[in-house]
Nanobody
Framework: VQLVESGGGLVQAGGSLRLSCAASGIIFSINTMGWYRQDLGNQRELVAYITGDGSTTYADSVKGRFTISRDNDRNTVSLQMNSLKAEDTAVYYC??????????????????WGQGTLVAVSS
């Protein structure tokens, strides 16, 4: 299973960006899909995640500005980021949790990460 992200870049404060992530491979189901971020010197932190039935959770710092969405048929997740602030600058990582996929040991529920995409917000 691979996760491929797209949509990062440089934007001015107050602007918008949309991140997308597509999971590929032999996938029977995915429990949660979400976005985490990590800036220099800090631990990776949750931004938002969404379950298969559409329930969402957001970090307090992004509530009201970011919106996560998911296409279960295409195994994709997107993050619409509005009103971006300088403190949103980080590498954003896509995560797929509880991915049911075949392994040499049979079907397993595994977690996967994308390679990361940089979001830089200039003030």
């Amino acid at each position: 299973v691979q996760l491929v992200e797209s949509g990062g870049g440089l934007v001015q404060a107050g602007g918008s960006l949309r991140l997308s992530c597509a999971a590929s491979g032999i996938i029977f189901s995915i429990n949660t899909m979400g976005w985490y971020r990590q800036d220099l010197g800090n631990q990776r932190e949750l931004v938002a995640y969404i379950t298969g039935d559409g329930s969402t959770t957001y970090a307090d710092s992004v509530k009201g500005r970011f919106t996560i969405s998911r296409d279960n048929d295409r195994n994709t997740v997107s993050l619409q980021m509005n009103s971006l602030k300088a403190e949103d600058t980080a590498v954003y990582y896509c995560n797929a949790g509880g991915v049911r996929t075949p392994t040499t040991g049979g079907l397993r529920d595994l977690d996967f990460w994308g390679q990361g995409t940089l979001v830089a917000v200039s003030s």
